[in-house]
């Protein structure tokens, strides 16, 4: 686990032919994302994968070693097409089988008779591995080293990251200062480049061209951990969008 | 490119800190998987990557190497945070400059002594790269290899590759077909697996869990590019159903 004060960072892996398909649109991934960046834990890539086992394997090794946290949703239902448990436990070179712990919690939730084979698979969890509770629907999510894999239906996801929450250690949060106006990118860019340069590498400046009402724009998305230098280097972008003659019609914090 | 009758794989690489700081959401994702699917192209990866030299560069030359088609949405604009085309030049071991062809372009569109330094480097264009037309706002992708670099706005995004699709060579079509119905996906998993089982490798089998009006539910998604086969599943599926005591509430092709 990471020290306090260090980058801390993680990677996203989204598991599911359906996604890459069109099919459905996933929705965790812009849910997680904002999660983290508040704990201080920055999501530096996201990688959607079909539900084969060989891309699932080599995915999770190289962005294991990568990065802080791995978080994966997808693939561990009751059906045949839900790998990603046994996957899991090959990219990490252990064992799986039904866990007594899951399969209790399984056997309460279920009438008699009805925790058929197929949902019982839901109790196969890679040796060594840590329960993660579903307080949604019961099949439990696990974490085994730094990789945390969740459920993909997003009600089922968010109570399991928030089962896990508390074992997630940031590293000092980035903080953002957002200034949009009606100024075309192509205008601003020198100041801004000019603005980022100054700061050395302490911040760090996107800018994101938008219409509304017919009228071209930017916004500027400033991020920072020094809310000083986040303050300062906000107030340089809008006395630079004064300079071109426009008044920022937006400036907020967060 | 490839061949008529084999498997057409893509790539998608949506490049931009935003979209992994929970910012923006992505919405270009969704609106290609379709448009390739359609087309017998086969996404079988996306990956959302931050804006950082070394990592366009890494896994550009990852995914090129092992996809028939990759895409890129994002970071081919003005600002200093647009570094996409550069990594795709440092990427293919090419040079990049300003293309004459696309400062034609941007000259022809912007009034006189607007076209600044920032929209110049728009122009920009690694070396031995086609230019891809830009109907919206001019400012061109390009391709290079089997690589399609284009804007990360949609309304860009979705014309650039309006421009290109004429390029793209597809497979064979994967057809799909959806059965519907409430029934838990644990006591029809394991009619599901006999389902694709008895059609060897020729049927894929998806199963999605929902919840409608407050009752739970299975999708059902088949895929094959045998018509024929494809509609006998989808009839072994419905049977299935009804052997549960379940009548499907939707049976769709496509």
Not at 44 to 62: G, H, K, T
Not at 167 to 173: I, Q, W, Y
Request: hydrophobic share 45%.
């Amino acid at each position: 686990m990471p020290e306090p004060e260090k980058i801390v960072t993680a990677c996203m892996l989204v598991i599911g032919n359906e996604i890459l398909s069109g099919r459905t649109r996933d929705a965790n991934l812009a849910w997680i994302a904002p999660q983290l960046n508040d704990m201080g834990i920055r999501l530096m890539e996201a990688r959607f994968i079909p539900d084969i086992d060989e891309v699932i394997v080599a995915s999770v090794n190289e962005v294991r070693a990568r990065h802080d946290y791995v978080f994966t949703s997808g693939g561990i239902g009751p059906t045949h097409d839900d790998i990603t448990a046994d996957a899991i436990a090959r990219a990490f070179g252990v064992g799986i089988d039904v866990d007594p712990r899951a399969r209790a919690i399984l056997e309460a939730h279920y009438p008699p008779g009805e925790l058929t084979e197929a949902r019982l698979r839901m109790a196969r969890i890679p040796f060594g591995a840590e329960l993660i509770d579903n307080p949604v629907s019961r099949a439990p999510g696990f974490r085994i080293g730094n990789v945390f894999v969740m459920a993909g239906v997003p009600a089922i996801l968010q109570a399991m990251f928030g089962s896990v929450r508390h074992l997630l250690v940031g590293g000092p949060r980035l903080l953002s200062h957002t200034v949009s106006g009606h100024v075309a990118e192509g205008k601003i860019a020198d100041a801004l480049r000019a603005i980022q340069d100054r700061r050395g590498g302490r911040l760090e400046v996107g800018s994101y061209p938008f219409y509304r009402g017919g009228k071209p724009g930017t916004s500027i998305v400033l991020r920072a951990t020094d809310s000083v230098l986040l303050a300062e280097a906000a107030e340089d972008v809008v006395a630079a969008m004064r300079t071109l003659g426009v008044e920022p019609f937006e400036v907020k914090s967060g």
